[in-house]
Each structure stands twice: as structure tokens, then as C-alpha cells.
């Protein structure tokens, strides 16, 4: 059973940086995508951004696009998402998710799940 853990989330102000993690409890990401989505109150849990087990291969929301980066440590242990240059319109839950080997923004299509960690920016 695969285990996704969050952290790194926060109130900050509009501008300011956070970087979220998300560890495995095992080694997912030689056999997964890693993904992070993100749901706002009310509204659909949008997909953010992708990258391939490798690292080599990263997909961006266009609305995080120049301000936000995936990434995944030489261990293939972590996944992370730099957020730069926050907007109050970023203000979400943030979840990673371990996905196909392919280029998905469907959340339907991600198998594991963490629980979410709290971004709120403030204007």
C-alpha cells in the first residue's frame, strides 16, 4: 500500500514562497508519475503539475506556469512543488498523488493519494 504524506503548507502573503513535500513509503516513483492537484472551496479539484519518475519530464497548469516547479530528490523518495510569487487565487488544499505513466490531468486517473496540506494566501 502506497502512503502519500504532505507537508509544508501555510498562510503567507500575496508574493511570498512555500514549498510543499510529499514523501512515499515506498518507492513509488520508479513506478509511478508524481502529480500535484489542488481543490479550493467550492470548486473541482484541478490538476497543477506532473513530472515523470525521472525527473526529466515536468507539465504545468498554465496558470502556475513561471512560478511553480516540480521536482523530485536524488533519492526518488520526495516529491516537491516551489511555489513562487503566490496569488490569493492559489489558496487551496494541495494533495500529491502517484499516477499513470503518462501525461494525465484527470484526477480520476491518480491511484494514491495523501491527505492534503493547506495553502492560504492572503491579499
Known amino acids: 500500500q502506497v502512503q502519500l504524506l504532505e507537508s509544508g503548507g501555510g498562510l503567507v502573503q500575496a508574493g511570498d514562497s512555500l514549498r510543499l513535500s510529499c514523501a512515499a513509503s515506498?518507492?513509488?516513483?520508479?513506478?509511478?508519475?508524481m502529480g500535484w492537484f489542488r481543490q479550493a472551496p467550492g470548486k473541482e479539484r484541478e490538476f497543477v503539475a506532473q513530472i515523470t519518475w525521472s525527473g526529466g519530464v515536468t507539465y504545468y497548469t498554465d496558470s502556475v506556469k513561471g512560478r511553480f516547479t516540480i521536482s523530485i530528490n536524488n533519492a526518488k523518495t520526495t516529491v516537491y512543488l516551489q511555489m513562487n510569487s503566490l496569488k490569493h487565487e492559489d489558496t487551496a488544499v494541495y494533495y500529491c498523488?502517484?499516477?499513470?505513466?503518462?501525461?494525465?490531468?484527470?484526477?480520476?486517473?491518480?491511484?494514491?493519494w495523501g491527505q492534503g496540506t493547506q495553502v492560504t494566501v492572503s491579499s
Open positions: 498523488a502517484a499516477g499513470p505513466d503518462y501525461y494525465s490531468t484527470d484526477s480520476r486517473q491518480y491511484y494514491y
Open positions: 515506498e518507492r513509488t516513483f520508479s513506478t509511478y508519475t
